[in-house]
Every structure is written in C-alpha cells, then in structure tokens.
C-alpha cells in the first residue's frame, strides 16, 4: 500500500497545507510519496523531500505544469495513479479544484474534507456544517481523499530525507490556459496558518471602520484579519478574508470575534480555534456559546481599549 500526497507550492517552496495532508497519509498506512507538480520547481521538490515521513517525492516539471492549472495537474496524477492505494489532497481551493477530476476519470467516489483517518478504508468528516461527523468507509480499489487541514497537525517541515525521482510530464491537455493573477499583498500572516486571527462582523458598518477598528488590533497582537459573510459581502473586507462554511477553515490558537453573532456557518469555519474571544454587545448572540472569553460590550469601544491595553 502506498499512499500519494499532491503537494501544493508555489514552486520555490512546500505550503504548509502540504504537511497537514502528509501527516493524514501517513495514518493512512504504508509509505508516503508526494508529487509535486510544477514548472522550474526544484525548490519545492527539495523541500518536499525534506518533510519527515516522505518516503519519495515525485517532481514533474513542465510550463503546462506552472500554475496548478486543475486539468493538466489531474492529467498528471492520472499518469502515475494506478500505482498508489490512496490519492490525498488538500482541501484547498487547490485541491478541491483536481481532485473530483482525478476521481471521475477513475470511476471512484471523492472522499471529502476527512478530519480523521479510522483505518486505511474508513475516515470521519463533518456534515451539516460540522454539526454532525460521519464515518465513511470506500470498497473503492483507489481512494480519493480531500483533507481538511485543520484536522491533522502539520508533519515536520525538515528531518526527512527522500529519494527524488522526476515523473515524466504529461503533455498540455489543452483545454485551459493561465491568462493572469492577481494576489492581495499582505504583510499579515496568511488566514488559514496563522496563530492568531482577529475577525469583524457586520456590526463594524462600513470599509472604513472595519479597517479603522481592527487593523490596529491585528497589528497589535501580529493577527491575521478575518470577516463574516456579511461583513463581505456588504464590501466592508475582501472576499479573501471570509471564515466559515463557505469561507476559509480555520483552526489558530487564538480566534477573537467582533461583533460577529455567531452562525453555524461562521461557526463551521472557527469553532475549532483553540482560544476563542467574543466582543458582542448582545448577550444573546450564539458566538457566546463557543467562546472561552466572552466580553459583552460596544466593539467601538472594547476594540481600541483593548488595543490600547495591550
Ligand atoms: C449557505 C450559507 C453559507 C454561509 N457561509 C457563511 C460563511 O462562510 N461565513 C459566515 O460568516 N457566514 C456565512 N453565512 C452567513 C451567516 O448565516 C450569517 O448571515 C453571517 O455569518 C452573519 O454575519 P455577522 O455575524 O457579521 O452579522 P450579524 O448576524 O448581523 O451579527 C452582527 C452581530 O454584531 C453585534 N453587534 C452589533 N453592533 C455591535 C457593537 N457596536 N458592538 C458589539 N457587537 C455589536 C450584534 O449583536 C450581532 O450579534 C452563510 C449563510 C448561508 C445560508
């Protein structure tokens, strides 16, 4: 048995997704390869190879390769799949973009988003936006598996030393092509590794206060920014930023809501933070009911008290 893990990097070097999924395949049993697919991508293999437990890293390198473009990826782990048991991805939006491919052309059902792996053919994930985990056992020959990171500690970085061996590149499918990207630029830490984060709610009621009251707070304790769905989608933070069901997972160890009320789809993105803070000023709201530290107060003023406390 031999499980593959799909690395994601930017081709100089691993993400830190990556080693959350290398610790799910090494509960899979048997021995860890990671492919690592790009373009000019011999940094990320040499990290790949690094990361203890790999067993051996599989770089294929070609410019089709270079922006993880989901149908030449899935080409590429098509061409070595028959000879692994298990195929792991990120549940990232990486991954979650080649997986269901990969698991199509193999006639296989994806196994979703896993927190916990039960045995090599039975793994947990959560449903009703975590409100309920499911075991799930596959009779599929190969398994196809999506892992939510912030359900396995992320393996060690360095202390590995695998074999690299190239893959021989898959030829351009052809049916897309990269045109451009454009990346938000932060010096804050990115919102799925960081260790703290500082969220807003609708109740910050503007851009300008949402960035007036909590980027001092962010900065202060060298937070990343994070939002509700409504504090999106009424314009006051970057979609980028949003945590929950349909927004990023998260899991810091510190996780301080303002004026946030608490939906389980908000939840679903948080409630595994290890230290949960809310700043609300109704008692009532459910954010309560998941936090360890909860402050019934105006944000407005809270907020830059606690700033100016710190
Ligand atoms: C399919 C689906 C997917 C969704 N996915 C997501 C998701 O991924 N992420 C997400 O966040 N939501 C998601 N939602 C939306 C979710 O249901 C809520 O609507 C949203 O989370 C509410 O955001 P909020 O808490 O900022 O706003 P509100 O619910 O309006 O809460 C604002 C809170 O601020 C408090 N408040 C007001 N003024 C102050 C003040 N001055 N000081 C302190 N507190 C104050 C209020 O008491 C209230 O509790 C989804 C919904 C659906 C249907």
């Known amino acids: ?80 799949a028959s000879n692994y048991s298990h195929i792991l991805f990120p549940a990232t939006a990486g991954g979650k973009n080649v997986a269901p491919r990969v698991a199509a052309k193999l006639d296989v059902a994806q196994i979703s988003d896993i927190t916990k792996v039960v045995s090599p053919d039975t793994f947990e994930r959560p449903i009703y936006a975590g409100n309920a985990i499911a075991t799930v056992q596959s009779q599929d020959a190969t398994k196809v598996i999506t892992v939510r990171t912030t359900g396995f500690d992320a393996a060690a970085a360095t202390g590995g030393s695998a074999a690299t061996e190239t893959a021989t590149a898959t030829a351009d499918a052809g049916k897309s092509s990269f045109v451009g990207s454009e990346i938000a630029k932060s010096d804050r830490p990115e919102l799925t590794a960081a260790k703290i984060i500082v969220s807003g709610g609708r109740a910050l009621g503007s851009k300008e206060k949402f960035d007036e009251v909590m980027t001092p707070l962010a900065d202060k304790l060298g937070a990343a920014i994070g939002a509700s769905r409504a504090a999106v989608d009424a314009g006051y933070a970057p979609n980028d930023l949003q945590v929950g069901q349909t927004g990023k997972i998260v899991a810091p160890q510190l996780y301080v809501a303002a004026g946030i009320s608490g939906a389980i789809q908000h939840l679903a993105g948080m409630k595994d933070s290890k230290v949960i803070v809310a700043i609300n000023k109704d008692a009532e709201a459910p954010i309560f009911s998941v936090a360890d530290y909860g402050l019934e107060a105006d944000l407005f003023a809270a907020v830059p008290e606690l700033v100016k406390a710190l």
């Open 1 to 80: 048995m031999t499980v593959l893990v799909i690395a994601e990097h930017d081709n100089a070097a691993i993400k830190g997704a990556t080693l959350n999924t290398v610790t799910a395949a090494l509960a899979c049993g048997g021995d860890v390869h990671v492919l690592v697919a790009g373009h000019n991508a011999a940094g990320a293999a040499a990290a790949a190879a690094q990361i203890a437990g790999v067993a051996k890293v599989l770089h294929a390198d070609a410019a089709g390769l270079a922006h993880g473009l989901a149908e030449n990826v899935a080409a590429q782990v098509l061409a070595i």
